[in-house]
């Protein structure tokens, strides 16, 4: 695919590049911001922070006399410290060797080696804590499911209306339920067919009511840039039938769509009422499982659920940066996984987005209004955290195995060893921005 044909997929051209500076100079400045503050409180003087590289478009001198500064390519950002030679922490020995000696103690190449290792791991760290704010926010707006099986809001699904909003589940079928997870187990295992026997608590009465399977086939989310989101499925949709082969139950249709083989698939829908018939083909995707590891599957990108949303309750503030945590270490044990399995070749390369894939996926994240934006950042963030600490020259993570080797030996690194692998790091980090550019132009 040629760069020509990849720019129309972008849809809006000007929501996706607006998306994705705004969520690079979001992540960028926190990263860098972190550098800046810690590396302030360990006596380190910054004299430029920068977001963006090349022309300067508005700058500022502070009362410390750090220069702040906006340039006019947005694509990332740096701080200076005092006798650094570039953005990227390189010595100025010439500059070093004019600076009295009562300030080389506020250079980063003459502080104590606590306060440079502190200063170059917090650009990682705050993008991780920015990550977590993020994620625990959207838990403390959004709730999380009590523990027990009470209705909270009945979608809009043929036959759900029977079920009501604070209707307290108590068996489902011949199966007791009486928390949230038996109720969750004892729909797994229901065999599918078009309904299912459910008895609620309503207004202090016990109630038998007909209602339709608990996972139907009903679209609960449609994943940015998929097949069915370019088809045109919308959040909502209720399918009847894929190939004319009618379906009861969401696993249905993701049994059809799985052995499919990848031909293209006709979903027969509902929506407001009327029937449509949509066609799309499905894409061969790698999937991180439960246990860990990947699997190969055929998908077009539906998500689905209960036929209801289960009631929910706001979690504390230790709670909710508790799930936050638990949610970016998924974040990070999902991506290092994956690049594993890429490395040994288990899943395709084509798993590791370029710029333009990321843009894309930007621009497609808002789309979908300011929450999935804002978690979209929340993700964007941790990989960029992670990806920094990777121990490769150039990155805050080789910095850190430099101060490593020099805690262990005593000295640091000469200044021949730092430029020699400096420029490997900086060849290798372009040969695989290169190679994941490659991906965004190519990959199907």
């Given at each position: 695919m040629e760069l020509v044909g990849f720019l129309p997929d972008f849809g809006n051209l000007a929501l996706t590049l607006v998306a994705f500076v705004a969520a690079l100079s979001v992540i960028v400045a926190v990263h860098e911001y972190g550098h800046y503050i810690v590396g302030r409180w360990s006596g380190i003087h910054a004299e430029v922070f920068s977001l963006g590289f090349g022309p300067t478009l508005f700058s500022r001198v502070d009362r410390r006399g750090t220069r702040w500064q906006i340039a006019a390519l947005p694509f990332g950002g740096y701080v200076k410290f005092l006798g650094d030679s570039n953005a990227a922490s390189g010595k100025d020995g010439a500059a070093m060797a004019a600076l009295p000696e009562d300030e080389l103690r506020r250079t980063m190449h003459g502080a104590p080696l606590w306060a440079r290792a502190a200063t170059v791991a917090a650009g990682p760290v705050f993008n991780f804590i920015l990550a977590i704010l993020i994620f625990a926010g959207y838990f403390w707006v959004a709730g999380i499911a009590t523990n027990q099986p009470v209705v909270g809001v009945v979608k809009p699904a043929p036959g759900a209306e029977v079920l009501q909003a604070g209707d307290r589940i108590t068996a489902l079928g011949d199966t007791p339920t009486p928390d949230l997870e038996s109720f969750l187990k004892a729909a797994r295992d229901l065999p599918v067919s078009a309904t299912a026997t459910y008895t609620v608590e309503r207004a202090g009465a016990e109630v038998d009511l007909t209602g339709p399977y608990p996972y139907p086939p009903y679209v609960d989310s449609v994943q940015p840039l998929s097949a069915a989101a370019e088809a045109g499925v919308l959040e909502g949709d209720f399918v009847q039938a894929i190939n004319g082969q009618p379906v009861q139950s969401f696993d249905d249709m993701r049994d059809i769509v799985g052995n499919s083989g990848g031909a293209p698939v006709t979903l027969q829908l509902i929506r407001d009422g009327a029937g449509l018939e949509l066609t799309m083909t499905p894409?061969?995707?790698?999937?991180?499982?439960?246990?860990?590891?990947?699997?190969?599957?055929?998908?077009?990108?539906?998500?689905?659920?209960?036929?209801?949303?289960?009631?929910?309750?706001?979690?504390?503030?230790?709670?909710?940066?508790?799930?936050?945590?638990?949610?970016?270490?998924?974040?990070?044990?999902?991506?290092?996984?994956?690049?594993?399995?890429?490395?040994?070749?288990?899943?395709?390369?084509?798993?590791?987005?370029?710029?333009?894939?990321?843009?894309?996926?930007?621009?497609?994240?808002?789309?979908?209004?300011?929450?999935?934006?804002?978690?979209?950042?929340?993700?964007?963030?941790?990989?960029?955290?992670?990806?920094?600490?990777?121990?490769?020259?150039?990155l805050d993570g080789g910095h850190l195995v430099f101060h490593a080797y020099e805690a262990v030996t005593g000295r640091p690194p000469s200044d021949r060893a730092l430029r020699g692998l400096m420029t490997v790091g900086l060849t290798l980090l372009l040969s695989m921005m290169l190679f994941a550019l490659t991906n965004d132009l190519f990959c199907p």
């Amino acid at each position: 695919m040629e760069l020509v044909g990849f720019l129309p997929d972008f849809g809006n051209l000007a929501l996706t590049l607006v998306a994705f500076v705004a969520a690079l100079s979001v992540i960028v400045a926190v990263h860098e911001y972190g550098h800046y503050i810690v590396g302030r409180w360990s006596g380190i003087h910054a004299e430029v922070f920068s977001l963006g590289f090349g022309p300067t478009l508005f700058s500022r001198v502070d009362r410390r006399g750090t220069r702040w500064q906006i340039a006019a390519l947005p694509f990332g950002g740096y701080v200076k410290f005092l006798g650094d030679s570039n953005a990227a922490s390189g010595k100025d020995g010439a500059a070093m060797a004019a600076l009295p000696e009562d300030e080389l103690r506020r250079t980063m190449h003459g502080a104590p080696l606590w306060a440079r290792a502190a200063t170059v791991a917090a650009g990682p760290v705050f993008n991780f804590i920015l990550a977590i704010l993020i994620f625990a926010g959207y838990f403390w707006v959004a709730g999380i499911a009590t523990n027990q099986p009470v209705v909270g809001v009945v979608k809009p699904a043929p036959g759900a209306e029977v079920l009501q909003a604070g209707d307290r589940i108590t068996a489902l079928g011949d199966t007791p339920t009486p928390d949230l997870e038996s109720f969750l187990k004892a729909a797994r295992d229901l065999p599918v067919s078009a309904t299912a026997t459910y008895t609620v608590e309503r207004a202090g009465a016990e109630v038998d009511l007909t209602g339709p399977y608990p996972y139907p086939p009903y679209v609960d989310s449609v994943q940015p840039l998929s097949a069915a989101a370019e088809a045109g499925v919308l959040e909502g949709d209720f399918v009847q039938a894929i190939n004319g082969q009618p379906v009861q139950s969401f696993d249905d249709m993701r049994d059809i769509v799985g052995n499919s083989g990848g031909a293209p698939v006709t979903l027969q829908l509902i929506r407001d009422g009327a029937g449509l018939e949509l066609t799309m083909t499905p894409r061969r995707v790698d999937m991180p499982k439960p246990e860990g590891g990947f699997e190969t599957r055929w998908l077009v990108g539906l998500g689905g659920g209960l036929v209801f949303t289960p009631e929910l309750r706001s979690p504390g503030v230790i709670e909710g940066l508790g799930l936050a945590v638990q949610q970016l270490i998924n974040v990070v044990s999902t991506s290092l996984s994956g690049l594993w399995h890429m490395i040994t070749g288990a899943i395709s390369t084509c798993n590791l987005q370029g710029p333009l894939g990321i843009a894309e996926t930007s621009g497609a994240a808002a789309s979908m209004g300011a929450g999935s934006f804002i978690l979209f950042i929340a993700t964007l963030s941790t990989a960029v955290g992670m990806m920094n600490l990777f121990p490769v020259p150039v990155l805050d993570g080789g910095h850190l195995v430099f101060h490593a080797y020099e805690a262990v030996t005593g000295r640091p690194p000469s200044d021949r060893a730092l430029r020699g692998l400096m420029t490997v790091g900086l060849t290798l980090l372009l040969s695989m921005m290169l190679f994941a550019l490659t991906n965004d132009l190519f990959c199907p």
